[in-house]
Each structure stands twice: as structure tokens, then as C-alpha cells.
């Protein structure tokens, strides 16, 4: 088994700023876009439909933001 280098996190793919700036696309705060984001994840009468890595990044921020 290969040793884990101090560089391998579980956080090294993470675009930092992204959701912030859907958040702005949409003129919203994060807060806000993340609530947007939950209530409209597989709503079929919704207009928005986020993808999967949005859905994610919202309850990410959801869960850390408290």
C-alpha cells in the first residue's frame, strides 16, 4: 500500500469560488442560492433544474455554513 503524501486531501478537486459565483449569476446570496438550489433538485414543474454537482455544493454548503 502506497504512503499517503501530506498533499493528498479529499478537498483537492474543489473549484474554490464556484458556487459563490452561480450564487452571483443568479443575483443571489449563497444562502439563498443554496435554499433556490434544494427546493428546486428534481422539481419537475421547475424552470431551474440544477445539476448534480450544484445540488451538492449547496448541501455543502448547507451543512458547513452553520
Given amino acids: 500500500m502506497p504512503?499517503?503524501?501530506k498533499n493528498d486531501t479529499?478537498?483537492?478537486n474543489i473549484k474554490e469560488g464556484a458556487f459563490t459565483s452561480q450564487a452571483?449569476?443568479?443575483n443571489m446570496t449563497n444562502k439563498q442560492f443554496?435554499?433556490?438550489?434544494i427546493k428546486h433538485y428534481k422539481n419537475k414543474?421547475?424552470?431551474y433544474?440544477?445539476?448534480l454537482t450544484t445540488f451538492r455544493r449547496a448541501m455543502f454548503y448547507k451543512n458547513?455554513?452553520?
Avoid at 34 to 37: F, T
Fill in 45 to 47: 414543474n421547475s424552470d
Fill in 24 to 26: 452571483r449569476q443568479h
Fill in 3 to 5: 504512503k499517503k503524501s
Fill in 34 to 37: 443554496a435554499s433556490y438550489v
Fill in 49 to 51: 433544474s440544477p445539476s
Fill in 10 to 12: 479529499p478537498f483537492k
Fill in 64 to 66: 458547513f455554513a452553520k
